[in-house]
């Protein structure tokens, strides 16, 4: 995915022509909805494990991951640039939780129970640059370069006191979009794009038997196909 928008963008850039025009359609202030396909990756997860008094346990490496359809809620403002080009400065947010189906957890060393967990996303929110080549006065391609932050929580679905915790991790988000006006400032779009994250370490206690605690440090990612319509003010 990440491969894709780089050449997209490259595609983007080098289409730049000798015909100009002042391009003032999409020059202003945006609001905008959009929904579509969306994927969550919870990769490289290890599971520690440790009773009050014993040694850590590590579990045998697994992944999740949750497709459903987002709802994407856009505010920003495009600035005209000489001749076709704009930048745009926007920010986003994702309004629902994407939940993945439930991986299992197993420590070899000491048992050959599972332990299921899942991870729900929520939280999304995303501040960005978007440069942009206008292909008409209604039409606008672009690209979206910037920082995304979401919430992420682990939570055991099938035995014991059920041990939760949630963390706030940082990234960024690569896009590439279209725009094209609909009518007077109302316009549609398409988008794609990929959200990469850094590792955050979450620990959470349990009170059955013992009691202790879990621990995870999985590898985040996720990518989206989005559409949707705007309005310029």
Known sequence: MKKILIIGAGLLLSTASATTFAQTTFAGFYGQVSTGYEKNNVNSAKMTGTDYGSTPNTSSETSASSSGAPL??????TFKLQEKFT??????????????????????????????????????????????????????????????????????????STPSE????????????????????????????????????????????PGGTTQVSPDLSAYNVLVGIGYRF
């Not at 420590?107 to 929110?125: E, H, K, L, Q, V």
């Not at 609909?182 to 850094?198: K, S, T, V, W």
């Open 87 to 160: 930048l745009g400065l926007g920010v986003d947010y994702s309004a629902l939780t994407q939940t993945t189906s439930a991986t299992g957890f197993s420590y070899p060393s000491i048992s050959s129970a599972t332990y299921n967990y899942d991870f729900a996303i929520s939280n999304r929110f995303n501040i960005f640059v978007a440069p942009g080549y206008a292909i008409d006065e209604n039409k606008l391609a672009y690209i979206k370069l910037g920082y995304s932050n979401q919430n992420i929580q682990y939570s055991q679905t099938n035995c014991c």
């Open 72 to 77: 994407v809620l856009g505010l920003g403002y």
């Open 166 to 209: 949630k963390a706030n991790v940082s990234g960024y988000v690569l896009g590439l979009g279209y725009k094209q006006i609909i009518q007077n400032g109302l316009y549609g779009f398409i988008e794609a794009n990929y959200y990469g994250y850094a590792n955050t370490t979450m620990k959470a206690t349990y009170t059955d038997g």
